[in-house]
């Protein structure tokens, strides 16, 4: 399953007509412990690089934007109990929420691991 | 540069091998006379009151229906001498302007006068009642219309709203009067543009108003992008918030440009004046094509806050949004007698978009701005603007060469001046040097704040503070800075003399606890 990345830090893997999205590991690190998670709700469409939930830490509340324009079809419901899966399980457990695809050409837009592994380095 | 203790004396504190606690533990919990105080819920009795009622004697049938409690309040009783310790002892653990240097950015915590204090106290003042008959407040209406025309003299705008009651309260108010006008026209704009330099505050009035928010960058510089900002307007931009000076600490020396360009795309351009001591006596916004501005009086004009008084943000409006300001306001008709346009003055009132607070403003904080503008004077206010910023540059320029300044490329800095946590090593950071300050008897500055900056501080010394006040900060700063550039693992651990050790803000944050369980 491939997974890309934005220079906003979010990643999202791809599964057929399915996108599933979250913070990397490295944005919870600059974040802080994560204190509260605002997710869409489910039927909002979402436009590829404009807000679509809201992280709040210790030291500050941060928007989340869309890698890719779409509808969410699942949000995360661990995420409102338990906000510190963003820190311990940011790329696996502390996804935030599942999406269409409206245009699958997006994605080439974005960075693969390798890119997003030299992206970060140089910041 | 004065050593920050200069006679060399030393407390005699005895310090355990962690470095935890500076002598043996009492029995009590209290350091000498500093007394740890327990919460009123632990000392108070049902059975003790500090209030002699007489027996209720009528058995007046109630109107509640059954409404009633039944059950009592579960409040505790108190005697008076435990009330009077109980809020005396924790003052004695809360920190001031009053006590000492309290450079928290973007807040302007500067001395508040006793003069004003004296002058608010005077029966006149002190005791009217907003119902009063306006013949019997003459004086009081007189002070709010005086004060309104040196907020206008200073600002250069033709008209002020007083009621609103705080800096966002003030922000709402421009903003409604922005939409009112857009509306008396049948236009109906949906967006607010917030640069990314602007305070948090005015996103979310804008939201609040119910406008959809959309952020504009900042140049590297720290500066609003204007190419940005012009390429975003358009029929549906209704107003443009930006703060200036910025967040950044930076004037925004393109206001002007930016302003035209917002009204020539049909636009309103909001300031947001929460940082106006700066510029006070030396710029007037009128002058830049600002629409509303708010002026926090509890920041520019020494009216106490931070906990210590109530905010008060009157706003400035330009010739196209004066009409819509709210209800009421003062007008002096050609006897020279003050009166109140309220609701019922129809003719009067005219298209104002209806009312923000059920009185006239804070009238103790009217008293407080207008004594403080009086006694210094036009030139006065003009050398307040000027030490404010002189001492922040010096801070600046004094800290630069070992903490990361981000825009100490792009001039000369306002108001505030702003560092990031980018060269601290050892896993340290701005958190850490906050508490570290604490241990050395400051209040921290502003931190994490603006976003724009990793880590940020943000430090706003105002002008009350002597060059050898600055100078013990900077000593301490600079020491603490020292530690975090080193990567000292004790600073983690910081605060060591506060009455609390570093608290878990987490844990509070996720699991807050919001009542007493007993």
């Known amino acids: 399953m491939p997974r890309y990345f934005t220079d906003e830090h979010e990643w999202i893997d791809v599964d057929g007509d399915v996108a ?48 890719i324009t779409g509808e969410v079809t699942e949000v995360n419901p661990a995420l409102e109990e338990d906000p510190a899966l963003v820190n311990s399980a ?27 592994k030299d992206f970060v380095a140089s910041l | 540069m004065n050593a920050p203790n200069q006679s060399g004396w030393k407390p005699a ?5 962690d470095g935890m606690h500076s002598g043996p533990q009492t029995t009590t919990g209290n350091r000498a006379l500093m007394l740890e105080e327990p919460l009123l819920f632990e000392i108070g009795r049902a059975e003790v009151t500090g209030v002699d009622l007489p ?5 007046a049938p109630t109107r509640l229906a059954g409404l009633a409690r039944s059950e009592p309040l579960g409040l505790v009783g108190l005697t008076e001498p435990e009330t009077v310790r109980h809020y005396t002892r924790l003052s004695r653990q809360n920190y001031g302007i009053d006590l000492g240097f309290f450079p928290l950015g973007s807040c302007t915590m500067k001395h508040n006068p006793r003069l004003n204090e004296k002058i608010a106290r005077l029966p006149g003042f002190a005791d009217v009642h907003p119902l009063s008959p306006q013949n019997a407040v003459q004086g009081a209406l007189e002070v709010i219309s005086e004060l309104g025309g040196w907020l206008c003299t200073l600002t250069g705008m033709p008209a002020v709203a007083m009621s609103p009651k705080a800096g966002a309260h003030g922000e709402l108010c421009g903003i409604l009067a922005i939409r009112a006008a857009h509306e008396a ?24 108003a119910n406008y959809r928010v959309e952020d504009i960058p900042a140049t590297p510089e720290g500066r609003v992008d204007v190419e940005a900002l012009k390429a975003r307007l358009g029929p ?22 930016i302003a035209d360009a917002v009204h020539e795309a049909g636009g309103y351009v909001y300031c947001d004046g929460a940082n106006f001591n700066a510029i006070v006596g030396k710029v007037r916004p009128g002058d830049l094509g600002v629409d509303a501005m708010h002026i926090n009086l509890h920041k520019t004009f020494s009216t106490p806050h931070g906990g210590g008084g109530p905010g008060s943000g009157p706003v400035v409006l330009s010739e196209a949004l004066a009409p819509f300001a709210p209800l009421p306001f003062v007008r002096k008709d050609d006897a020279g007698t003050f009166y109140l346009v309220e609701e019922e003055n129809r003719e009067e009132r005219g298209p104002s978009f209806g009312r923000m607070t059920a009185f006239h403003g804070q009238m103790g904080m009217f008293t407080r701005a207008l004594t403080y503008m009086l006694s210094h004077g036009a030139d006065g206010l003009k050398q307040v603007a000027e030490d404010a910023v002189l001492n922040a540059n010096y801070i600046l320029r004094s800290m630069e060469d070992i903490l ?13 001046a702003l560092f990031g946590d980018k060269d601290f090593t050892g896993g340290l950071s701005t958190l850490d040097v906050a508490k570290g300050l604490i241990d050395e008897g400051y209040h921290p500055m502003t931190v994490y704040f603006p976003l724009v900056v990793h880590g940020a501080m943000l430090v706003e010394p105002t002008e009350t503070e002597s060059k050898a006040a600055i100078d013990q900060f900077i000593t301490a700063f600079r020491a603490v800075v020292e530690r975090a550039l080193a ?30 369980e007993g």
Request: overall charge negative; glycine content about 8%; hydrophobic content about 40%.
């Open chain 1, 20 to 67: 599933t999205v979250g913070i990397t590991d490295y944005a919870q690190g600059q974040l802080g412990d994560i204190v509260f998670v605002e997710l869409p709700a489910v039927g909002t469409a979402i436009e590829a690089g404009k807000d679509a939930a809201v992280v709040e830490s210790v030291k500050a509340a941060s928007d989340v934007y869309a890698p």
């Open chain 1, 90 to 116: 940011p790329e696996s457990d502390g996804w935030f929420f599942r999406m269409t695809m409206a245009d699958s050409s997006q994605l080439e837009g974005l960075m693969d691991d390798a890119a997003y």
């Open chain 2, 13 to 17: 504190m005895i310090v355990s091998e």
């Open chain 2, 55 to 59: 027996p209720v004697d009528v058995n």
């Open chain 2, 185 to 208: 026209r049948g236009d109906a704009r949906e967006v607010v543009l917030v640069p990314e330099s602007a305070h948090g505050t005015n996103p979310a009035t804008a939201a609040f």
């Open chain 2, 236 to 257: 549906d931009v209704a107003a443009v918030m930006i703060t200036n000076p910025n967040t950044c600490g930076l004037f925004e020396k393109d206001f002007r440009e």
């Open chain 2, 404 to 416: 990361h300044a981000p825009f100490a490329g792009s001039g000369p800095c306002m108001h505030e």
């Open chain 2, 487 to 516: 990567g000292d693992e004790g600073l983690k651990q910081a605060p060591y003399y506060a009455p609390r050790r570093r608290l878990d803000e987490t844990a509070a944050a996720r699991k807050p606890k919001l009542a007493f």
